[in-house]
């Protein structure tokens, strides 16, 4: 089999986006000055798709959320001439080439968010190529179902935050994971605010069900290191990126400062990004997304390393190019789930682009054995709600 063709489209919704309102999600942008809306850069309102063509007829099909157009064109002018007329079972060899041709720029950031694209798009190939689902080609099933956690929970009055932490229970979640609204700009009352946000959501979902608190890199090691011990007695099941991801030594003194776990990844990338954080004991859950950190040829050896530090890994982002890394090994225990709802943030546009991805029940999730690759195809009925670059 040889690869004949790469056609990598950028899709920008145009369709119905929730209004941000403020304090929905503390940020990386918090710490300065500006006004108004600081998640502004953090809404993932595009979406890159890769399509590998082959010449048996075979298409893989892959993707990209961060930097659309910036993917797009990684993919155009240095990736795609990499990867023509090769076997997409060399799937190594393919990797190497587009990491080390790209070195100069592109080992970490939207350079290795676009590799990710082209290798989904080759696993899902392959998959196709032997009639097996991706994750048999990793490790198999090695979980009757997927426990899954529900996201979402930004920061709202604390009323709603209670209906929707009560609609995931009615539905079955046994974890859900809530957003800080408040960093080190909000002081004391932001430091009460958030309190008071964690206390609201645990009164209603009580002792028995799992929270995890996302800071989404808004806070910084002092602010951090203030919270933790007043966060203790909620017992999060872990606190998620405190401080930016390049602070890895501020990582690493939060997670030894309390009881709390503190989470990361989403922002790392390769093998080599995650050993250093592993061998610096800077987080206790590892969550990279597999269409950021090098696609499913980097995530499977990072699997492999969480595995020798029992650090579990629990990828960013409900979506298959994930599930089928999840299913596949002992070191994960669970996916994220982003619930279906109006285009907000953008991890949901995911379910406007793509249709195969499974629907949890009662907070699991279930992968099929028989459907091969990673199960996916474009969903063309709201294709009309995008605006479509080729
Ligand atoms: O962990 C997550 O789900 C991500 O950090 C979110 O996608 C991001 O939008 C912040 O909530
Ligand atoms: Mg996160």
């Not at 309190?195 to 608190?213: F, H, K, Q």
């Amino acid at each position: 089999m040889k690869i004949t063709k790469v056609r990598a489209r950028v899709f920008e919704w145009k369709g119905h986006t929730v209004t941000p309102t403020p304090h929905f999600c503390s940020n990386a942008m918090d710490e300065l000055w500006d006004k108004g809306d600081s998640m502004g850069t953090f809404r993932f309102h595009g979406w890159t798709t890769v399509e590998i063509e082959t010449d048996t007829g075979l298409v893989g099909l892959g993707n990209v959320a961060l930097a659309p157009r910036i993917a797009k064109a990684i993919i155009d002018q240095y990736l795609a001439p990499l990867v023509i007329g090769q076997d997409p079972f060399d799937y190594e060899y393919l990797w190497q080439r587009m990491y080390r041709a790209t070195h100069a720029w592109g080992r970490k950031g939207i350079g290795m968010a676009a590799i990710s694209g082209v290798d989904i798009a080759i696993w899902d190939l392959m998959g196709k190529a032997v009639n097996q689902p991706v994750f048999k080609l990793l490790g198999g099933r090695t979980k009757e179902k997927i426990p899954c956690y529900a996201s979402k929970l930004y920061r709202t009055d604390l009323k709603s935050m209670q209906q929707e932490a009560q609609s995931y229970l009615d539905q079955g979640f046994k974890a859900m994971k809530m957003r800080f609204g408040y960093g080190p700009k909000d002081g004391p009352d932001g430091m009460r605010e958030n309190l008071r946000s964690v206390a609201a959501v645990r009164e209603v979902i009580g002792e028995d069900i799992d929270l995890m608190l996302e800071c989404y890199m808004g806070w910084n090691l002092e602010y951090a290191k203030r919270m933790l011990p007043r966060l203790e007695r909620f017992q999060p099941r872990w606190l998620e990126e405190p401080v930016i991801a390049d602070d890895i030594d501020g990582y690493a003194e939060l997670n030894q400062l309390t009881s709390i776990p503190i989470s990361g990844g989403e922002h790392e990338f390769t093998h080599y990004g995650f050993r250093q954080l592993l061998e610096k004991r800077a987080v206790s859950v590892i969550q990279y997304d597999t269409n950021r950190v090098g696609g499913i040829t980097a995530a499977r050896k990072i699997n492999a390393i969480a595995e020798s530090f029992s650090v579990p890994v629990i990828p960013h982002a409900g979506q298959m190019h994930n599930y089928h890394l999840t299913m596949s090994t002992l070191a994960s225990p669970m996916s994220e789930f982003f619930p279906v709802h109006d285009v907000e943030i953008g991890n949901e546009l995911f379910y406007y682009l793509f249709e195969g991805d499974p629907e949890p029940v009662n907070g699991f999730l279930d992968l099929d054995d028989d459907t091969p690759g990673l199960g996916l195809s474009l969903n063309e009925r709201y294709f009309d709600q995008f605006t479509i670059i080729e």
